[in-house]
């Protein structure tokens, strides 16, 4: 059974920072990959990274770009997301999934089969 266990969130001031951990079992991890997804209150889910564990790629949103940093450990089985300098904006449950290897596209919540459950981040200003 695939299974996807999302944690890391909590409440931090406005440019501070928050690593988000999620990790998975039932599954070949490195043949994969794990994309984070968050929803904002009153917000439609958005992608926000993703990793492929076949062949290390990343994306990232652009609003991300530069202070979200997106890495796996195949030891353990765990993808990170390093999230720093956040904002009020980055306030969401956030969310990861697993798609397939070369999953595209990469920013949409249906092109994944298998999700975690959510972890609240909180940015206060």
């Known amino acids: 059974e695939v299974q996807l266990q999302a944690s890391g969130g909590g409440l931090v001031q406005a440019g501070g920072s928050l690593r988000l951990s999620c990790t998975a079992s039932g599954f070949i991890f490195d043949d994969w990959s794990i994309g984070w997804f968050r929803q904002a209150p009153g917000k439609e889910r958005e992608g926000v990274s993703c990793?492929?564990?076949?062949?290390?790629?990343?994306f990232y949103e652009d609003s991300v770009k530069g202070r979200f940093t997106i890495f796996s450990d195949s030891a353990t089985n765990t993808v990170y997301l390093q999230m720093n300098s956040l904002t009020p904006e980055d306030t969401a449950v956030y969310y990861c999934?697993?798609?397939?290897?070369?999953?595209?596209?990469?920013?949409?919540?249906?092109?994944?089969?298998?999700w975690g459950q959510g972890t609240l981040v909180t940015v206060s200003s």
């Open positions: 999934a697993a798609g397939p290897w070369d999953v595209r596209p990469w920013e949409t919540w249906s092109s994944y089969s298998n």
């Open positions: 990793i492929s564990n076949s062949n290390g790629r990343t």
